[in-house]
């Protein structure tokens, strides 16, 4: 399958859930901060105004490791990937906009966990690294850090 189409299909299942924004296949750079937040913004209904808000992911591979089964011609190896998929979410406290991002956590968690396979895959099931406030392009923000390793068996 190869590590370009695991992110892809990666990428295809958070896109699929409701109100997640935008979603990057890569870590994202821009030379300066309102540039870099165009790349996360989406405009949403905020108080009857459509407003511009933080609704952004970015997955990325962080760790790959190796092992070899079987020994000889017939041997094959595993891959596994470790994949973060990063979340920001504009906060605004007033709105409880913490338990709108828990429970789109939820919902990314929900669709990568639908199949214990990914393209042909075994995936172990997610788990989630980290949930914070982070200041994200000058705009404070929810932060998580969804992990997902794919287990790749390469002949």
Wanted: glycine share 8%; aromatic share 10%; with cysteine.
């Amino acid at each position: 399958m190869g590590i370009k189409n695991i992110l892809q299909t990666i990428r295809d299942k958070v896109t699929e859930v409701d109100q997640v924004g935008s979603v990057h296949l890569y870590e994202r750079w821009a030379p300066n901060f309102e540039e870099y937040l165009n790349y996360f913004k989406c405009k949403v209904d905020v108080d009857g105004k459509e407003r511009d808000v933080i609704r952004g992911w970015i997955v990325t591979r962080t760790a790959m490791a190796q092992e070899w089964r079987g020994v000889g011609p017939g041997g094959a190896r595993t891959k596994a990937h470790v994949v973060v998929i990063k979340g920001f979410y504009s906060m605004r406290d007033m709105k409880r906009t913490e338990a709108e991002f828990q429970e789109l956590i939820e919902d990314v968690i929900d669709a990568l966990s639908a199949s214990k396979t990914l393209a042909g895959n075994w995936i172990e099931p997610p788990r989630v690294r980290a949930i914070q406030i982070r200041e994200f392009g000058g705009v404070l923000c929810h932060y998580c850090e969804i992990e997902v390793v794919v287990k790749e068996q390469k002949s």
